[in-house]
């Protein structure tokens, strides 16, 4: 699974360059944090995101989306069902799931996540160690969502993260991980033109050697804690 990430860049140009991004969207940065536009290091279920997507007039925007997927309306204000987490979406669940399926099968509500890195937790409940993955030739990850028309909040939308089984580097922490693209699968993904079944074999691992990982602060365990504070992602000693 995916249950935390890290997004931060000192303009919106970086994300719009990274992503192609051709038209503004109705993501709006909320307010310079120290030398940085946007930054938050501890990414949790129901923040508000920046998300890529491609919009009705078929130009690749970028919107600000609630992260834990509302599928039908709900009312202005109301919290989303935490029975069901729908933060994540399992790609092995896509084709089969009464919840995901007509979502997936719908190309225009494939986008894509931004991120610097996430993390993954070890160890069992009351002493979890959270691990930090990161991508080693590139600033971010962008990973492979869908995304729907309703929200808690008016005019925005809502996500999820899809995931995959793990790479080598990814097996001993978690058995899941965030589905990756690279770059030059962005079109292809975004393409509504391409079928269900093209877009499926591309949920696969991401190769181990384009990314590392490494133990940080269990202060990463509390959503309260800092999320404009970059020593959440600077490796730290388990003892």
Known sequence: MCGRYHLSFKKRLEIDEFLAIVDSGNYRAPGRQGELEFANYNVAPTS???????????????DSMYWWLNKWPIKEGDKPNFKYSTFNARDDKLK???????????????????????????????????????????????????WSPYSPFK?????????????????????????????????DWLNPDNSLEYIMEMMKPYPEDAMATHVVSKDVNSTRNKIDAPYLIEPTQLF
Not at 136 to 145: E, K, L, N, Q, S
Not at 174 to 182: A, K, S
Request: glycine content about 8%.
């Open 48 to 62: 508000l995101m920046p998300v890529c997507r491609v919009s009705d007039e078929g130009k690749r925007v970028l």
């Open 155 to 187: 005019d925005t939308k809502s996500f999820a993260i899809i995931t995959t089984k793990p790479n080598s580097v990814q097996e001993p922490i978690h058995d899941r991980m965030p589905v990756i693209l690279h770059p030059t699968e962005f079109d």
């Open 96 to 146: 089969t799931s009464k919840l995901w399926r007509s979502l997936i099968e719908d190309p225009s509500k494939r986008c894509i996540v931004p991120m610097n890195g996430y993390y993954e937790f070890s160890g069992g409940k009351g002493n979890k160690t959270p691990n930090y993955f990161y991508p080693t030739d590139d600033h971010f990850f962008g990973v492979a969502g869908i």
